[in-house]
C-alpha cells in the first residue's frame, strides 16, 4: 500500500493538485482535524520498502450511517478537496461509492445547516473517485491481482519451504492454513507453487468421500518414496454441503487412518507482515499513478472507477461492476453453486484450478493413447528461476496426455552426447521449488555443433516435438532449427520456447521466467544497502544489475527500490544527464532527503562504466554527500523461485505441452513402418508469452524482424513507458502517458 501512496502523492503534487493524507481510513474522514493533513514531496521519502501503511487503516461503524458521511463531507468541503483516491477492499470501496452517490445532498444539508459556505459548496460540487484494490485475499472481481496479494504469497511460500525441510527430515505430513475465509487464491497458488499434495478451498468443495480419496493419495505417495506431504487448506474450507473443514479435522484423519505424524501450521497475520515484494511495489506505483491521472480526467458524469490489473495491461473497470460481481461470488457459493463460483472469479483464477487438478495426480491415470510420442525437453541459456517448475509441468502434463517425456540433459551439448533420459511422474516429485537448473543448462546453440548431428539425434531417439526453457539462446536454437526444415526433415516437428532468462530480452513475450525472482533479489539487497547508511547522513549508493544490454531489471527495480536514476542501453545518455542528475540529487539531499540510489544496467555505456559514474558522484557530490559502489553479480540467478515464477512456469509449460500434443495429432503419419509427425508450418515452431492480457504463441519466424540480435534485444518493450515514471517519482521532470484501459469486467 505505501508504494501506492507515494505514487498518489507525487504524481498528484507533479500534475498540480494539492494532496491530502487522510490518517485511519474513513474513522480519520470523519474525525477530521489533525487526522486530514497535506502532503509533501518528502513525506513519503523512504516509506516504499515498507509493509502496512503509512497512513493507517481502521474500521469504522460511524462512516456506515449518514450522520458519519456528513461530517466526512464537511472535513473535505473545507480543505477544498474533491477527489478522493480509496485503497481497499470492496467493503470500502462499496462506500466511497455511496459517499460519491450520496455528496451533492450531504453538501446541500450541509450548506443549510451553515456549516459550509455557498462557495465551497459550489467549489467541491462534484465528488471524484477511483478505487485501488489492497486485499491480501485477492478476492475482488474485475482485477487479477490485487495489491498485497503477491506479498502475502511470499510470506506463505517462505512458511512452507521452511516446513518442507522439517517435513522431509522426520517424515511428517504438515496440514497448513492460509488466509481466505471467502476466497481460495492464496491457498490455490500456493499449492500450485509449492506441489501439494492436497488442496481445500471454499471454491472448489471436495467430493463426499474426500477422507478417504486424500488418505489413498498421501499413502500412495509415502510408497512411492515421498518422505513428506503438504495439504493445503484456506480458512474458509467448506464441504459439498457448505459445511466447515478445520485444520485439525484434517490432521485427526490423517493421524487415525494413516498413522503419519502430522502437524497442523495456522500462518494467520504473518502473512499480512513484512517487506512488500518487488511486484506489489511496482504494481502500487503503476497503479497509484494510473488513479491519479483518472481523476485528471474525471468529469462530473464520470462513473467511479478501479484502477485494476488485466493481464499485464493497468485498466479501469467501473467500480460497483465489479463490486455486484464480488458480491455474485458469495452468493454463488452459498446457493452451493460452485461451478459458477469459480468461472465469477475470473480466468486467472479457473485457469490456476484447471492446472492444480492436472498436476496434483499421485501417479499417471490409465489414459492410453493410439500413438504415445517422444517429447524432448531441454534447458538452454544461463540458468534462473522457474526452470525446474516449468520442467515438472512439462513432463507431467505430456504424461497426462499419454506421451514419453526425456530429459535432455546440458541442453545441446548433451543431446549431441546422447545424454537422454525418460522422465517418469515421480522423477520431477519436489522439482518446482527449487532454483537452478536440475537439467543444466548451456549456451550451446544448434548450429556451433552441427546441425546433421543434431538432426541424427532426433532421429536416433525419435523425437516428436521439442520444447525447450531458456532465454535468448533458446529463442535463437528453435529459429535455427525451423530456418533449416528444408534441409532437414528431422526439424518438422512441433517446437515450443518458454522464455526463461533474468534479463527479459526475448520477443514475443512482456514477461521471462526468472526475471521476478531476481527482480526480488535485487531489491532486497538494495534494502539492506540503503539500511546500511542508516547511521550516515546523505549517501547515494551506485549498484550495477544483470541483464545484458536490456534494461528491464534496472529500470523495474529501481521502480521498487525507489531509486533515483536507472541508467540503461535502451535510453542513451551523455555527461550533461550525468551531470544534471548529480545536481538534482544534490538538491534532493539539501531538501531532507538522506540517501540516494542509482542504478546502471551491466551494458548502457561502454565509456560510462560503474567505476566511473561512481566517481563522478563522489566528485561533484563533495561536501554534499558521499557515495557508494556495489555490483551485484550472480546473486540475482539464485535463489529459490519467487511464487510468480513458480506459478508462471507451471502454467506455461502446462498450455505449451497441450500446444504440442495438439500438432501431434493434427500431423503424424506412417512412414516405414512407424509412426512419425511431421509439420513443416510456421505456426509448429513458436515462443509462448505473456503479452498484455493474453497468453499467446508466436511464431519464431514472425519475430526475427522483431528482433536486434546484435544486442540480443526485442525492438518493442513494454516496460519503457514506466521509465517516465520512475523519472516524475524521484522529482525530475517528465511526461507519463495514461496507461490505463477503460474496459468492464470479464
Known amino acids: 500500500m505505501n508504494a501506492a501512496v507515494r505514487a498518489v502523492v507525487r504524481m498528484g503534487i507533479h500534475v498540480g493538485f494539492r494532496v491530502y493524507y487522510i490518517h485511519e481510513g474513513y474513522q480519520g474522514m470523519v474525525d477530521g482535524a489533525d487526522n486530514i493533513k497535506e502532503a509533501i514531496w518528502t513525506s513519503v521519502s523512504g516509506i516504499i520498502q515498507q509493509g502496512g501503511t503509512v497512513i493507517g487503516s481502521a474500521r469504522c461503524q460511524d462512516f456506515r450511517e449518514r450522520a458519519g458521511?456528513?461530517?466526512?463531507?464537511?472535513?473535505?468541503?473545507?480543505?477544498?478537496?474533491?477527489?478522493?483516491?480509496?485503497?481497499?477492499?470492496?467493503?470500502?470501496?462499496?462506500?466511497?461509492?455511496?459517499?460519491?452517490?450520496?455528496?451533492?445532498?450531504?453538501?446541500?444539508?450541509?450548506?443549510?445547516?451553515?456549516?459550509?459556505?455557498?462557495?465551497?459548496?459550489?467549489?467541491?460540487?462534484?465528488?471524484?473517485?477511483?478505487?485501488?484494490?489492497?486485499?491480501?485475499?485477492?478476492?475482488?472481481?474485475?482485477?487479477?491481482?490485487?495489491?498485497?496479494?503477491?506479498?502475502?504469497?511470499?510470506?506463505?511460500?517462505?512458511?512452507?519451504?521452511?516446513?518442507?525441510?522439517?517435513?522431509?527430515?522426520?517424515?511428517?505430513?504438515?496440514?497448513?492454513?492460509?488466509?481466505?475465509?471467502?476466497?481460495?487464491?492464496?491457498?490455490?497458488?500456493?499449492?500450485?507453487?509449492?506441489g501439494a499434495d492436497w488442496l481445500f478451498i471454499p471454491e472448489w468443495p471436495p467430493e463426499s468421500d474426500w477422507e478417504d480419496h486424500m488418505c489413498r493419495r498421501l499413502?500412495?505417495?509415502?510408497?512411492?518414496?515421498?518422505?513428506?506431504?503438504?495439504?493445503?487448506?484456506?480458512?474458509?474450507?467448506?464441504?459439498?454441503?457448505?459445511?466447515?473443514?478445520?485444520?485439525?479435522?484434517?490432521?485427526?484423519?490423517?493421524?487415525?487412518?494413516?498413522?503419519?505424524?502430522?502437524?497442523?501450521?495456522?500462518?494467520?497475520?504473518?502473512?499480512?507482515?513484512?517487506?512488500?515484494?518487488?511486484?506489489?511495489?511496482?504494481?502500487?506505483?503503476?497503479?497509484?499513478?494510473?488513479?491519479?491521472?483518472?481523476?485528471?480526467?474525471?468529469?462530473?458524469?464520470?462513473p467511479a472507477c478501479v484502477v485494476s490489473l488485466d493481464g499485464n495491461q493497468a485498466v479501469r473497470v467501473n467500480l460497483m461492476e465489479c463490486v455486484e460481481r464480488t458480491q455474485q461470488v458469495a452468493a454463488a457459493m452459498k446457493k452451493g453453486n460452485f461451478e459458477n463460483c469459480v468461472s465469477l472469479r475470473g480466468r486467472s483464477f479457473k485457469n490456476n484450478l484447471e492446472i492444480y487438478k492436472i498436476l496434483s495426480h499421485v501417479k499417471p491415470p490409465n489414459n492410453p493413447q493410439q500413438h504415445v510420442f517422444n517429447i524432448g525437453i531441454m534447458n538452454v541459456g544461463a540458468p534462473a528461476a522457474g526452470m525446474n517448475a516449468a520442467v515438472r509441468s512439462a513432463a507431467r502434463t505430456a504424461i497426462l496426455n499419454g506421451h514419453q517425456p526425456y530429459a535432455i540433459y546440458e541442453g545441446f551439448e548433451g543431446l549431441a552426447e546422447g545424454r537422454l533420459k525418460k522422465l517418469q511422474w515421480m522423477d520431477v516429485g519436489g522439482w518446482v521449488g527449487s532454483g537452478g537448473a536440475k537439467l543444466g543448462a548451456k549456451r550451446t546453440q544448434p548450429a556451433k555443433l552441427g546441425l546433421p548431428q543434431i538432426a541424427s539425434k532426433f532421429k536416433e531417439f525419435n523425437l516428436s516435438a521439442l520444447l525447450i526453457i531458456g532465454g535468448f539462446e533458446a529463442y535463437d536454437s528453435v529459429l535455427q532449427l525451423a530456418e533449416a526444415r528444408p534441409q532437414y526433415k528431422e526439424f518438422c516437428i512441433p517446437m515450443v520456447v518458454i522464455p526463461c532468462t533474468i534479463s527479459n530480452n526475448v520477443p514475443g513475450t512482456e514477461f521471462s521466467l526468472g526475471t521476478d525472482t531476481a527482480l526480488n533479489a535485487i531489491t532486497d539487497i538494495c534494502d539492506r544497502i540503503k539500511q546500511s547508511a542508516s547511521g550516515t547522513k546523505r549517501r547515494v549508493f551506485v549498484v550495477e544489475t544483470m541483464g545484458g544490454y536490456c534494461g528491464y531489471l534496472a529500470t523495474l527495480a529501481g521502480l521498487a527500490g525507489g531509486a533515483d536514476a536507472a541508467y540503461i542501453f535502451e535510453e542513451r545518455f551523455g555527461m550533461r544527464d550525468l551531470q544534471n542528475d548529480v545536481e538534482h540529487l544534490a538538491k534532493k539531499m539539501v531538501e531532507g532527503v538522506e540517501r540516494g540510489l542509482i542504478l546502471r544496467n551491466e551494458k548502457c555505456n561502454e565509456n560510462y562504466t560503474t567505476d566511473f559514474i561512481y566517481q563522478l558522484y563522489c566528485e561533484e557530490g563533495k561536501g554534499i554527500f558521499s557515495a557508494r559502489k556495489n555490483v551485484l553479480g550472480h546473486m540475482q540467478q539464485g535463489g529459490c523461485p519467487s511464487p510468480f515464477d513458480r506459478n508462471l512456469g507451471t502454467k506455461l509449460a502446462a498450455k505449451s505441452v497441450a500446444f504440442i500434443a495438439e500438432k501431434m495429432h493434427n500431423n503424424y503419419k506412417e512412414e516405414g513402418g512407424r509412426i512419425v509427425v511431421e509439420c513443416n508450418e510456421e505456426d509448429t515452431a513458436c515462443l509462448i508469452g505473456l503479452n498484455r492480457r493474453t497468453v499467446q504463441f508466436s511464431p519464431v519466424t514472425h519475430l526475427k524482424s522483431q528482433t536486434d540480435f546484435q544486442h540480443r534485444l526485442p525492438r518493442e518493450q513494454w516496460w519503457l513507458k514506466l521509465r517516465p515514471l520512475l523519472r516524475i517519482l524521484a522529482k525530475h521532470e517528465s511526461v507519463y502517458e495514461v496507461e490505463g484501459e477503460e474496459t468492464s469486467i470479464e
Open 69 to 194: 458521511r456528513l461530517k466526512a463531507a464537511a472535513n473535505l468541503v473545507k480543505l477544498g478537496i474533491s477527489n478522493l483516491v480509496v485503497i481497499g477492499g470492496d467493503g470500502s470501496l462499496t462506500g466511497a461509492n455511496c459517499f460519491r452517490q450520496e455528496w451533492a445532498g450531504l453538501l446541500e444539508e450541509l450548506e443549510k445547516k451553515g456549516e459550509i459556505t455557498a462557495e465551497q459548496s459550489k467549489n467541491c460540487s462534484h465528488l471524484n473517485i477511483v478505487g485501488m484494490v489492497g486485499s491480501i485475499d485477492n478476492d475482488f472481481c474485475g482485477t487479477d491481482m490485487t495489491i498485497g496479494c503477491d506479498t502475502a504469497l511470499h510470506r506463505i511460500m517462505e512458511s512452507v519451504d521452511a516446513i518442507t525441510t522439517t517435513a522431509q527430515s522426520h517424515q511428517r505430513t504438515f496440514v497448513m492454513e492460509v488466509m481466505g475465509r471467502h476466497c481460495g487464491y492464496l491457498a490455490l497458488v500456493t499449492a500450485l507453487a509449492c
Open 219 to 302: 499413502s500412495e505417495l509415502r510408497t512411492a518414496g515421498s518422505r513428506l506431504g503438504i495439504v493445503i487448506m484456506a480458512e474458509g474450507a467448506i464441504d459439498q454441503k457448505g459445511n466447515a473443514i478445520t485444520s485439525n479435522r484434517v490432521k485427526e484423519i490423517i493421524s487415525t487412518r494413516l498413522g503419519h505424524d502430522t502437524r497442523v501450521t495456522v500462518l494467520g497475520h504473518v502473512q499480512r507482515g513484512g517487506n512488500p515484494s518487488a511486484f506489489d511495489r511496482v504494481l502500487g506505483c503503476r497503479m497509484g499513478a494510473e488513479a491519479v491521472l483518472a481523476l485528471l480526467e474525471a468529469t462530473p458524469d464520470t
